[in-house]
């Protein structure tokens, strides 16, 4: 097991503002590498913490992006809460805040102001659309993102009507694009000494995600070049099969699976720019044969033939998947709120094992008393805040505390 002072981000503190998941996400991966991740928010939580079902103070996003981090509930429109804010700014290695431009600036803890007191700080803002532009300030969520910048348009139903992809995958992605950025940004620091700001949008985030796809667009318009023949996900006897036998060997043992030496031999379909050109005959006949026999017939054969392929999973089928459990892709946690929960591994670093502050994540407020104290406020201050309505306290979990 890694100790803490072994991962990378050790020893560096970030204060993170930000709500929702492009955010969070991006603190939770910095917790994740050994920074202390303060995480403050309002009296009544992070909106995030309610995207969908709820379990105490969680969803299932938030007991996810939030594991590793030490939550401090502060109202900020009340001036000695403020003044905290600013205070815990002021010591800050990573600020990071997810609000519409202009807003930071009204607590004083925008970059400006922030880097006036704490100049090496490397600051990053998420927002929708960026900091700059006639849509600057317009509200943003993944699904309007997901309209916005055509990934919409790649996605389409069987009557080509766009849809949304079905998890909030915009968000997730930019948390790791600025994840990126601030690496980067901390490694510079190292070297120079000097601090940097950060703009994470959404739509950039998106955007760069995108680049292949608008490259294509830019040059074949909305009729793009398949990547090859036969590629797509087909219905079996009992599920739904994806298969990728675009190369000529794998079409030919594709062929010989199916018991069908002729479609191998057809000229229509025996080169790749055959199959590309008669495209819509070739899926057909592929697609009524697939229909004939269960998944585990294709994946069977087609594993035999070395043909690049996947049988269609639930999450249910992934989790008990015999290479999962090998590899240890996925393991199982209890949150105290949440309850038992799947843990997947995170390409680089150890999964935090249960009962540690990195496998926690906090309830709204647990680390306020701990985070106030290590900034010298007494008990009885702490006490007197918590009555003006200035911090929330909430104590940690025993999951936490062991």
């Known amino acids: 097991m890694m100790q803490d002072d072994d991962l990378p981000f050790s020893g560096l503190t970030v204060f993170d503002a930000t709500q929702g998941v492009a955010g969070p996400h991006c603190g939770f991966l910095l917790a994740q590498h050994g920074a202390t991740v303060i995480k403050v928010e309002p009296l009544d939580g992070d909106w995030g913490r309610k995207l969908g079902k709820t379990y105490g103070d969680h969803c299932a996003f938030s007991v996810m992006v939030n594991r590793g981090k030490q939550s401090i509930a502060l109202d900020l429109k009340n001036p000695e809460a403020l003044a905290i804010a600013q205070e815990l700014a002021g010591k800050a290695d990573v600020f990071l805040e997810s609000f519409r431009p202009g807003v930071m600036a009204r607590f004083g803890l925008d970059y400006a102001s922030v880097a006036k007191a704490n100049p090496s700080v490397v600051y990053l803002s998420i927002s929708g659309y960026g900091q700059t532009g006639p849509n600057s300030k317009l509200p943003v969520t993944d699904s309007v993102m997901q309209a916005y910048s055509g990934f919409m348009s790649i996605n389409r139903d069987s009557q080509g009507v766009p849809q949304r992809f079905g998890m909030i995958a915009i968000d997730v992605m930019t948390g790791l694009y600025a994840f990126q950025g601030i690496s980067a940004a901390l490694y510079r620091r190292q070297r120079t000494g000097k601090g940097k700001y950060i703009d994470c949008s959404l739509m950039a985030s998106v955007g760069a995600f995108q680049m292949a796809k ?117 393991t199982w946690q209890t949150h105290p709120e949440i309850g038992d929960i799947p843990v997947t591994v995170i390409p680089g670093i150890e999964t935090a094992p249960q009962g540690t502050a990195l496998a926690e994540a906090p309830a709204i407020g647990a680390h306020t008393r701990e985070v106030l104290r290590m900034a010298g406020r007494s008990d009885a201050e702490i006490a007197r805040l918590a009555e003006a309505g200035a911090v929330g306290l909430r104590e940690p979990s025993r999951a936490a505390a062991e």
């Open 214 to 330: 608008m490259i294509e667009f830019h040059k074949e318009g909305s009729e793009v070049q398949p990547p090859g023949v036969p590629v797509g996900t087909f219905k079996t006897a009992d599920g739904y099969i994806n298969i990728n036998a675009r190369r000529d060997p794998h079409y030919v043992s594709l062929c010989r699976v199916m018991e069908r030496p002729d479609l191998a031999a057809d000229p229509r379909f025996a080169s790749y720019e055959g199959r590309v050109k008669h495209e819509a005959e070739l899926m057909a006949i592929l697609r009524e044969a697939v229909a004939q026999k269960p998944s585990a017939f294709w994946a069977e054969g087609l594993t035999r033939e070395d043909v690049l392929h996947a049988v269609v999973y639930d999450y249910g089928d992934y989790f008990q998947d015999p290479h999962v459990k090998a590899f240890q892709a996925v």
